[in-house]
């Protein structure tokens, strides 16, 4: 950071270090020459003139000494930034440090953000070297025994909390619990309420929300006052661990200190909601949201356009945009993104790009977030020269594609059967120092699966294992799904061995695949081995699950055995889909058959929506 120092006599720029010799000019308000230099600790200013003012530090003071004795003591002069709009602005570092009870930097920080009002994280050389250290070591003791030789200083107190926001930036989260235990347990500092809040994320992400509960009982022990923030990120903590019922009782906590719930805390919970795989409870805490009268923000909105969009219902989607819009609430880019993203995945590039050109006419300048969901879109939709040329586009108007745009793009030549282009651009992502994650190489073996190329697929995971990337259970079911669609049961075997020895456990889908393969080959008895070993392995049977099973009867028109599987299916409260309903029809040989059929499934299609909640 630079320190502007301003004299009647003349301005000068203070490097934040000197060393020793270091010698520059700068010019006085005249236009005079100024020589400087900084011999062992001292400012020693001469105009060429002749005349020498000596300067030291001390204390936080500017002492400045002219050569008859006489003394000025100045204060330090106020430090600079520029803020979101460009614009200079001062402030005092130590009187915003003490008032705010924290650092400068560290009052940036709020949930949900980064930082606020063109603050950022730079940190000093000592702040610098507790990042380093404590991410390289995470024995508690010696990092404690570190900490302990630091004064107890405001300075001190700003680089350790500017250290433990650089370290959520990072998403170190047990680095932030060692050194929030240390300000909490061992120091001599009084900590804040933003140190409790870093401390409550931390346990929420790591899912241990008992924790994340202790720390917050101990803020309110302490006298500190909770804000909106520490609720938001107790609601995400439960969320996360599943715990509903903890999440409710969060907003009677709230008005029992007089603060009402906030788009902030609504939001946390939706989202959390949404990341613990619940989204209809996400839609009603929306709704509530509404009632009580608190009004959606721009990122509540962009929320729901998530919510539709990963459930498949751009409609949705589109209907949450449009009420968004008709409350006056003015969308951002991520809003248009989410709504590209939406359609993109249904593969609608029509609207996708309709919605991307609005985007634009709204004033916003289209990121790689925005360029890869419409690449996105066309991949999906089956046009990778479209997602192609979009690629290109993004590059032409100077927006750099990252992985996910190779991956997209990787997809999108691997879906329309280019597995050559596809390769080629898994091989430019590497040329250019982009590492291939665990997605892309999954990207490129499903290019080559689709042309039942073996040897290159076993060649794709070797290269996965030898580059320090070990293939998931995702992986597993990829090949076996390939061994099995070119009738290679032995290999097919040979994995589903591998994986019960293995660390990674056969889930669902890799049961899914092996009787849907052995139920179209014929192999009934194998089939319906596999299906009664389920609840040995502690998995229950889906809907996909269910249907292929009776896929294998319904070929062989075996309508009384499916009949009585399709019993079972409902007794054990799985319920059909429209891929089950085909399957059971297709097994009928005659028309009585079809009427029985139609009738037992127009039955239950109707049991089903009243036992549906309104």
């Not at 614009?87 to 440090?97: A, G, Q, V």
Request: hydrophobic share 35%; glycine share 6%; net charge neutral.
């Amino acid at each position: 950071m630079l320190i502007i120092v301003c004299t009647l006599k003349y301005i000068f720029v203070e490097p934040r270090s000197y060393r020793i010799g270091f010698r520059c000019e700068s010019k006085n308000l005249s236009g005079e020459a100024v020589e400087k230099s900084k011999p062992e600790g001292l400012y020693i200013e001469k105009y060429l003139s002749g005349e020498v003012v000596e300067k030291s530090k001390r204390e936080g003071l500017h002492i400045d000494k002219n050569l008859s004795g006489e003394a000025v003591e100045k204060r330090k002069h106020e430090g600079f930034y520029i803020d979101k709009d460009g614009k200079w602005r001062s402030f005092e570092p130590k009187k915003l440090s003490r008032k705010r009870c924290g650092s400068l930097r560290g009052r940036g920080w709020k949930y949900g953000s980064g930082f606020v009002d063109g603050i950022f994280p730079v940190l000093s050389p000592i702040a610098q070297q507790i990042l380093d250290f404590s991410l390289n070591d995470l024995d508690p003791n010696q990092l404690w025994r570190s900490l302990d030789t630091l004064p107890a200083t405001y300075t001190t107190w700003d680089d350790i909390i500017n250290v433990v926001v650089q370290l959520r930036l990072n998403k170190k989260w047990d680095s932030i619990v060692l050194i929030c235990e240390w300000i909490l347990h061992k120091s001599s500092f009084k900590p804040d309420v933003m140190c409790y809040n870093l401390l409550i994320d931390a346990y929420g992400q790591k899912s241990l929300c008992k924790d994340a509960e202790s720390a917050y009982l101990e803020l309110i022990e302490n006298r500190c006052i909770p804000t909106e923030d520490t609720y938001a990120l107790l609601l995400k903590a439960y969320c996360k661990s599943g715990l509903l019922g903890k999440a409710e009782a969060v907003f009677s906590e709230m008005r029992k200190y007089g603060l009402p719930p906030s788009a902030v805390v609504y939001n946390a919970f939706i989202d959390g909601l949404m990341k613990g795989g619940n989204p209809q409870k996400a839609e009603e805490i929306f709704q509530r949201m509404k009632k009580d009268c608190c009004e959606p923000s721009v990122d509540t909105y962009t929320l729901l356009i998530n919510l539709y969009g990963k459930a498949n219902k751009s409609y949705m989607a589109l209907k949450v945009f449009d009420e968004m819009r008709s409350q006056k609430c003015k969308p951002n880019i991520c809003t248009y993104t989410a709504l590209v993203n939406a359609f993109a995945r249904e593969g609608n590039c029509e609207k996708a790009e309709e919605i991307f050109e609005q985007l634009q006419e709204a004033g916003h300048e289209p990121d790689e977030y925005a360029y890869n969901a419409l690449m996105e879109a066309y991949s999906r939709a089956g046009f990778p020269y479209g997602a192609a040329e979009i690629f290109s586009l993004m590059q032409h108007m100077g927006c750099e594609p990252d992985r996910a745009s190779f991956n997209i793009m990787v997809d999108a030549y691997g879906r329309a059967g280019l597995h050559e282009d596809a390769q080629a651009v898994f091989e430019e992502m590497v040329r250019l120092g982009i590492s291939p994650t665990m997605k892309s190489h999954m990207l490129l073996l499903s290019a080559y699966s689709r042309t039942g190329n073996v040897a290159k697929c076993e060649d794709i995971v070797n290269q996965m294992q030898k580059s320090g990337l070990e293939p998931d259970t995702f992986v597993f079911n990829s090949m076996m799904n390939l061994y099995g669609r070119l009738g290679q049961f032995g290999k097919m075997e040979e994995v589903l061995t591998a994986m019960d020895k293995g660390p990674y456990v056969a889930d669902i889908s890799t049961y899914n695949i092996l009787i849907n393969v052995y139920g179209r080959a014929g192999f009934l008895e194998r089939m319906e081995e596999l299906f009664q070993s389920l609840p040995s392995k502690s998995l229950k049977p889906d809907v996909i699950t269910w249907t292929s099973r009776l896929g294998a009867y319904s070929r062989k028109k075996l309508y009384k055995r499916c009949f009585e599987i399709f019993e079972e299916m409902i007794d054990s409260g799985c319920y059909p889909d429209g891929g089950t309903a085909k399957v059971l029809l297709s097994a009928c040989s005659s028309q009585e058959q079809i009427e029985q059929a139609t009738a037992v499934i127009r039955t239950i299609h109707k049991n089903m929506k009243t036992a549906l909640p309104l």
